[in-house]
């Protein structure tokens, strides 16, 4: 158990539509970073939140955005809906000065059709 | 080319058998992790390493930061070992954000 929830656990879009993925964490987590995992690949970094301010952005369009709220959750959204969108996307937080352990969720599988 | 290299990409055992899952790395990190991910997706962290080799229970890490290289060790196998195994490191250069490898597909038949 590592106290990181993420909601809902598997989701079916279509092309086009917007999509929002949460992630509790637990208190103290100040920093959150969201992964995009395709099938059979490792997890990419899309980006992270420390502070509820982005701190750091990987090699994903714009169409990706994030929230960070004061209360350790956070979300991700996703607009415009592409087929290769389709996915496991985790959240991980970490504790302010621990910030090299992450703790993982269970992640949210997307289906985009 | 990848910054974070895992070998092999998948490999299958008979159960009792010892497994080795090699990573490396090409450049500075501040920590590498080993994960494991079952099927439906959960990952759950096995270890963290700066340094040295760490044990727990049937699972060995060690790691060797001149060389860029960490192994995973899995002793006396078993079916439940079944799983993805995911190296991933903190590049210093890139503060806090997780790279990593592409993964060790293992399968440990009964």
């Known amino acids: 158990e590592t106290g990181v929830t993420q909601s809902p656990t598997h989701l079916i879009k279509t092309r086009g539509q917007q999509v929002t993925l949460r992630c509790s964490s637990q208190?103290?987590?100040?920093?959150v970073s969201w992964y995009q995992q395709a099938l059979g690949q490792g997890p990419q970094f899309i980006f992270q939140y420390y502070r509820e301010e982005e701190n750091g952005r990987g090699n994903f369009p714009p169409r990706f955005s994030g929230l960070q709220f004061p209360n350790y959750s956070s979300e991700l959204n996703v607009n415009a809906l592409e087929l290769d969108d389709s996915a496991l996307y985790l959240c991980a937080s970490s504790l302010e000065g621990a910030q090299n352990i992450q703790y993982f969720g269970a992640g949210t599988r997307l289906s985009v059709l | 080319k990848n910054e974070v290299e895992q070998s092999p990409q998948n490999l299958t055992a008979q159960e009792g058998e010892f497994i080795t899952i090699n990573c490396s790395y090409s450049v500075g990190i501040s920590a590498l992790h080993w994960l494991q991910q079952h099927p439906g997706g959960g990952i759950v962290s096995l270890f963290m390493?700066?340094?040295g080799k760490k044990k727990h229970g049937r699972l060995i890490a060690t790691i060797n930061i001149q060389e860029k290289h960490s192994s995973l060790h899995i002793t006396a196998s078993h079916p439940r070992d079944s799983a993805v195994y995911i190296c991933?490191?903190?590049?210093?250069?890139?503060?806090?954000?997780?790279?990593f490898g592409g993964g060790t597909r293992v399968l440990v038949k009964p």
């Open positions: 991933a490191v903190l590049i210093k250069a890139a503060g806090n954000k997780l790279t």
């Open positions: 390493l700066s340094s």
């Open positions: 208190s103290g987590h100040n920093t």
